[in-house]
């Protein structure tokens, strides 16, 4: 890769684009220029919805796009599917076929060379097999020629009005004096992400209504209230979280009612003015699969000092790597002195 005042960067696993979303915020806020080369989705609903927005419709399964056919970039993005990992999903990690597609990130990264990289997943992903699987995955980005950095970090923290962990892994080409963003002090009130008129199709059943008890009774107002598979009732004053592909019965508005897709989308962070383009259902799913906008944000401020384009531009290929430091060894310890 040359260079370019250009950031140009890959979106995969894009989902409905939380990435994108967070990235064109923060380097509109850095005044950088920026464009998406590439990104891709497997899920037909999430290409349609990632369309809707940016007007690009992603391409497909990951590992079907040779690397040649993925352009170059200086920025890598990559939430991959977590549910190999997660509590919700049966945790079966490499094993699960989603599970290896890391390995179709660390593929990417060999051929294209990207200066840096943000992957995302749930935290459970660094205990995991007691740690081997987190293991496995730093032991390959390491062996790429990346210097790693990973922390465990909360949206709770970061702005938005919902309890979801998640870890970070970012990756440079050399050591970085990378620090990851301060904790927020405040955070977006639930209200703020209420709407005020709400049809009556997301009101829930007088059975699940009669399970509010008066004990459980919330001081908050308003609240989240959560029902377990137990049948337990609990409530915050935030969300404990958007959950990947389950039922959302059991996010309720002060007891009463299902969040709406809009207040899904506000409560991971995404504007007013995304565009809602598939079924109801589709969007409470993607909702529940998206990054949070707000966290992704604060992590890519905290790396954008690092991806400056007037930089040494970065190295084709892994093999490279051990090529580059002959090279250089040869200048400075053989070559004669004038």
Sequence with gaps: MGHSSLIRFVDLFCGIGGFRVA???????????????FSSDIDEYAQKAYFANFGEMPFGDISKIPSNEIPDHDLLFAGFPCQPFSIIGKGKGFEDTRGTLFFEIARILDAKRPKAFILENVKQLVSHNEG?????????LNSLGYSIEYKVLNALHYGLPQKRERVFIVGFHKPMQFSWP?????????????EVD??????????IRKKR?????????????????????????????????????YLLVN??????????????GFP?????????????????????VALVAAVLESLIPFIDNSSRPALK??????????????????????
């Design 255 to 268: 007891g009463e009612r299902r969040l709406t897709p809009r207040e899904m989308l506000r409560l991971q």
């Design 198 to 207: 709400v049809d009556q199709k997301h009101y829930v059943s007088d059975v």
């Design 132 to 140: 081997k699987t987190f293991k496995k995955i730093i032991e390959t």
């Design 23 to 37: 990235a064109e915020k923060s380097f509109k806020k850095a005044k950088l220029d920026f464009k998406c080369v």
């Design 272 to 292: 007013d003015n995304y565009k809602i383009a598939v079924p109801d259902s589709q969007v409470r799913k993607q909702a529940g699969n998206a990054v949070p």
């Design 213 to 249: 008890k008066a004990a459980h009774k919330s001081k908050f107002f308003p609240s989240i209230w959560h029902e377990n598979k137990g049948g337990n009732v609990s409530s915050y004053p935030y969300s404990c979280a958007l959950r990947a592909g389950a039922s959302y019965n």
């Design 182 to 194: 301060e904790k927020r002090s405040t955070m977006e009130p639930l209200e703020a992400i209420l």
């Design 317 to 338: 290929s892994s093999s490279e790597i051990l090529k580059h430091d002959l090279r250089v060894y040869a200048r400075e310890k053989i070559a004669p002195t004038a």
